[in-house]
């Protein structure tokens, strides 16, 4: 699971990226709501069509 607090601070940041590494996410789709974080995962799962641990490592990544 992505650690909320690791990236809570610095989200704008790394929704930034994400968005610039795969243009198809929307800023709904990279909606973080405390508490959510594997429904965050699930719909990136859903556009991207990569695993869990895939997504953890690419946010981890950035």
């Given at each position: 699971?992505?650690?909320?607090?690791?990236?809570?601070?610095?989200?704008?940041?790394i929704?930034?990226?994400?968005?610039?590494?795969?243009?198809?996410?929307?800023?709904?789709?990279?909606?973080?709501?405390?508490?959510?974080?594997?429904e965050?995962?699930?719909?990136?799962?859903?556009?991207?069509?990569?695993?869990?641990?895939?997504?953890?490592?690419?946010?981890?990544?950035l």
């Amino acid at each position: 699971m992505i650690n909320i607090n690791g990236v809570k601070g610095n989200w704008n940041e790394i929704k930034g990226k994400l968005k610039q590494k795969f243009a198809i996410l929307t800023d709904s789709d990279l909606l973080l709501i405390e508490g959510k974080q594997d429904e965050l995962l699930g719909r990136l799962q859903l556009r991207l069509g990569k695993t869990k641990e895939d997504l953890q490592k690419i946010i981890m990544n950035l």
